[in-house]
């Protein structure tokens, strides 16, 4: 499985952005996937997660009410939807996979997001 994000860039405090994260490989074997982050000097840390149908989402505490976390198995893709976004939301943003028979985790390369104050 490989994975590929996009949509992060600069912008203002308040503002939005659409992050994506494009499959590749044995998609069909990709069960829950999720949004981690990590800022600069800090661990990575868990965003959101959906299931493997979509139907079953969660979030860190940090951004609830704020992101969106979706996904679409006919396009391979997963999404999060970001609003409202904060100078701390500033982090490089990557997406995980867990996949195939053994439940391996696969991780996309990062997109960094910087949200200014």
């Known amino acids: 499985v490989q994975l590929v994000e996009s949509g992060g860039g600069l912008v203002q405090a308040g503002g939005s952005l659409r992050l994506s994260c494009a499959a590749s490989?044995?998609?069909?074997?990709?069960?829950?996937m999720g949004w981690y982050r990590q800022a600069p000097g800090k661990q990575r840390e868990l965003v959101a997660t959906?299931?493997?149908?979509?139907?079953?989402?969660d979030y860190a505490d940090s951004v609830k009410g704020r992101f969106t976390i979706s996904r679409d198995n006919a396009k391979s893709t997963m999404y999060l939807q970001m609003n409202s976004l904060k100078p701390e939301d500033t982090a490089v943003y990557y997406c995980?996979?867990?996949?195939?028979?053994?439940?391996?985790?696969?991780w996309g390369q990062g997109t960094q997001v910087t949200v200014s104050s």
């Open positions: 959906v299931s493997s149908g979509g139907g079953t989402t």
């Open positions: 995980k996979a867990r996949a195939g028979p053994l439940n391996l985790d696969y």
């Open positions: 490989g044995s998609t069909r074997s990709i069960n829950p």
